[in-house]
């Protein structure tokens, strides 16, 4: 006898730990606002999609639906989160999702897409210290982030997705790690054409050895 899981979303969601309603980022905004990612994949012919930070699967689903990809590898540091979208995504099996840091999630799964002539990445695994106080040393994962990319696929032409770049800014201060001094500046040691996207800075887009 063959028995069939029904998974409810909404009841899912509310079982998360509560934080407060928190706006994130996701392909489908960027898509809506910004620039049409299908035009982007017909030009560039990415078939993986990379993404840090799941949250609640959000891009995934947008991805799903709208993009023709062979694989979607994705990762989240919280575990509920993590779990929530492995279960949400139980059948689909091109979608693997992990629980691990951003930067150890790129380590492992880089080596794997080495033939890969060109991905999509969505680096979106920032997040405020507020709700996650256990991992305060890497709250700001990009530049880390990029520097891993770049050591692995510095030869390829990949298309870089970067959500809330403002964060990044020289003069934004209210949301700063005490940690660490945060800013731009470490882009310019790459090769990336870089395309910002929103009134606010919120979207950096990076093409790597594009001519």
Known sequence: MVSFVVWDHEAQVRFLHPRPNIKMGSLKKFNDNCLNLSELQNKYKFEVLVETGC????????????????????????????KFCQEKYVLESKVFIYNKSSEDFLKSILPVLEDEACILFWLDAHFFRTFFPNYNDIDYPLETELEIIFEFRKNKKDVVLIDDFFMYE?????????????????LKKYSYKRHLFHKDKK?????????
């Open 55 to 82: 949250f609640k699967g959000d891009s995934i689903d947008f991805a799903l639906k709208n993009l023709n990809l062979k694989h979607i590898f994705s990762c989240d540091i919280d575990e509920e989160y993590a």
């Open 170 to 186: 020289n003069d934004n201060n209210r949301i700063r790690s005490p940690k660490k001094s945060l800013g731009s500046e470490f």
């Open 203 to 211: 979207y950096l887009l990076l093409i790597n050895n594009d001519n």
